[in-house]
């Protein structure tokens, strides 16, 4: 009896160890096809947040508790960063007559995507009911301030309780021999379109028809570009990252310098200016971005140049 006891003993642990592992197992399986269950069960939401400067001037700003504030009417960009710094809220006044502009800092709204099913339900809220916009510090649309005054600026951070990330003084002034030449980078999306845009030969290009603004990182991606009809026939536009272009002041001209030439232009993607593609589709954008690495003359990102040359 003895002599058999160890095999015994030994078999029954290798079965019980078998046991135990299948049971674990079944219970790892099992919580492994939970999980596989779970994440079957979820659905990915992919949202868009870049849009044309014109799918958002107009949309509605509303207030948490729903009642309409008014609508955009313009947007406050800085062209050396690409950063959208305010939107131009017109509020008050009959059907929009008479209304007064109010600068919201953009950081102070929350963009809504609303219901693709319902007209107008894509929004901004911001949190401030009607009376209190009324006290606040507003212009009137053929009066607009110098929204590159750094001063005016402050003032409409202070009110709204904005606190900006710290940044080193721009210092937009140059001295050039006895003369001091100071330049502006901050402008109206309004003002910005038309802008001419050349290359570095100088030559015309054409001019800027339409911004493409990521809503989310306040920032504007693409300029785009109209040829006119010296390459297209004038009804095609071409996409160009912000980053592959200079803002540039010659004497009393400010325009845009796109580094990469005619021929080259020639063969960059573009698309119908009454069809215009996906704009926050990644493939899109990286087809645009690669594009223009290839091809810039150089590696930039939006700089300022201003000419030495005066007039006499």
């Known amino acids: 009896m003895r002599s058999n006891f160890k095999p015994l003993w030994a078999a029954f642990c290798v079965g019980a160890a078998l046991v135990a592992g299948g049971i674990c197992a ?3 399986a099992a919580r492994n096809n939970n999980t596989q269950d779970r994440d079957a069960g979820q ?23 729903g009642d309409n504030l008014g609508k955009i009417d313009d947007l406050v960009i800085d ?4 950063d959208v710094r305010y939107a131009a809220l017109a509020h008050g006044g009959v059907a929009g007559v008479g209304s007064k502009l109010f600068a919201i800092p953009w950081q102070s709204m929350t963009f809504v995507m609303g219901d693709p ?6 929004h901004f809220v911001f949190d401030m009911t009607n009376d209190q916009l009324d006290n606040s510090p507003g212009f009137d649309s053929s009066h607009w301030p110098n929204v590159a ?11 709204y309780n904005v606190k900006r990330q710290e940044e080193p003084a721009a210092d937009n002034k140059e001295q050039s021999g006895r003369q001091t030449i100071a330049y502006e980078t901050v402008f109206r999306a309004s ?23 990521d ?39 400010t325009f845009m310098v796109l580094h990469v030439s005619q021929d080259a232009l020639k063969n960059a993607p573009g698309f119908d200016k ?3 593609p996906n704009t926050a589709d990644p493939n899109w954008a990286k087809e645009i971005d690669s594009f223009y690495q290839r091809t810039a003359q150089r590696n930039t990102t939006t700089t300022i140049e201003r000419s030495t040359t005066t007039n006499k």
């Open 26 to 28: 079944g219970q790892d």
């Open 43 to 65: 659905v990915k939401v992919a949202v868009s947040h870049t849009f044309r400067t014109s799918e958002i001037v107009g949309l509605y700003v509303r207030n948490k508790a």
């Open 79 to 82: 062209m050396k960063s690409g």
């Open 117 to 122: 099913n319902k007209a107008n339900d894509r």
């Open 149 to 159: 005054d750094p001063k005016w600026a402050a003032s409409i951070d202070k009110h």
């Open 191 to 213: 003002k910005i379109k038309g802008m001419d845009v050349r290359n570095d030969a100088n030559e015309n290009l054409g001019d800027v028809n339409e911004l493409v603004i």
């Open 215 to 253: 809503v989310k990182q306040a920032k504007v991606k693409y300029l785009a570009l109209s040829f006119g009809s010296v390459f297209t026939g004038g009804n095609k536009l071409f996409a160009v990252p912000l980053s592959a272009c200079t803002l540039k002041f010659d004497n009393n001209k």
């Open 274 to 276: 009454n069809n215009w």
